[in-house]
């Protein structure tokens, strides 16, 4: 059986939507991040990166969100539209675009408004405008179409949503106004039935829910290895 391991933090989240909604069987595995479970040996012999999720599906490992939602759509041939070439460079266009870009920066919006040790208004700054940039886009693109391609629920949709539905805690509880198509189809989704089972996942489990000292030392490695190792990067 396919072995899921995940926590609650949008990445995972989406990775079990597409396996609620497909009907695969899996075996989830819960990584607590805020204990340092990640940088386990065993962990790291999966996932070299330390990070949430992957998979394990028989003899094929598969890391990375994205990579994930793709190896799953195309062994399945589920929620992968089909068509033209230029269909399959959209899909993966917008597969790249939520990997390469409104991931990490919403990632990072999230570390400075919640969590940075220091204050630091341009760094905050920075963050949340390029979340809002590439929330924006979506948006934008989503004011002419149901759906991000070919007009079918898709992946890159399950991508979206991800992120998507963290929007008020990335950018504030106002957030949502600035967004309309993008609540339009983060509420289609999350109306599914597969989704609040995805959602209901990380309830199943006990993870550490206080970011403490110990928290913020497996999850900010950065503040024990202090400036120096970045200069030496």
Do not use: C
């Amino acid at each position: 059986m396919l072995k899921f391991y995940f926590n609650g933090s949008p990445n995972p989240t989406k990775v079990a939507l597409f396996l609620e909604e497909a009907g695969i069987p899996y075996q989830p595995v819960p990584v607590d991040t805020r204990k340092g479970e990640q940088f386990s040996s065993a962990y790291l012999a999966i996932n070299p990166n330390g990070k949430v999720p992957a998979i394990v599906d028989g003899d094929v490992t598969v890391f990375d969100s994205n990579a994930i939602l793709l190896y799953l759509a195309e062994i399945t041939g589920k929620f992968l539209p089909v068509g033209s070439p230029a269909t399959r460079g959209e899909l993966l266009s917008w597969l790249m675009f939520v990997a390469t870009g409104v991931g990490p920066f919403s990632g990072q919006a999230v570390h400075f408004r919640h969590h940075a040790t220091e204050k630091l208004a341009y760094a905050h700054n920075r963050y949340q405008f390029e979340a809002q940039r590439h929330f924006g886009i979506l948006d934008a693109h989503l004011a002419k179409r149901r759906y991000m391609v070919a007009g079918a629920y898709s992946i890159v949709d399950m991508d979206v949503w991800g992120w998507a539905r963290m929007l008020p805690f990335i950018l504030g509880d106002s957030a949502w106004e600035k967004f309309p198509n993008l609540k339009r189809l983060h509420d289609e989704i999350g109306a599914r039935p597969a989704a609040a089972r995805a959602i209901a996942l990380k309830d199943k489990h006990t993870f550490k829910a206080e970011m403490d000292d110990e928290a913020r030392s497996h999850m900010f490695k950065h503040l024990a290895a202090g400036a120096g190792a970045a200069r030496e990067l």
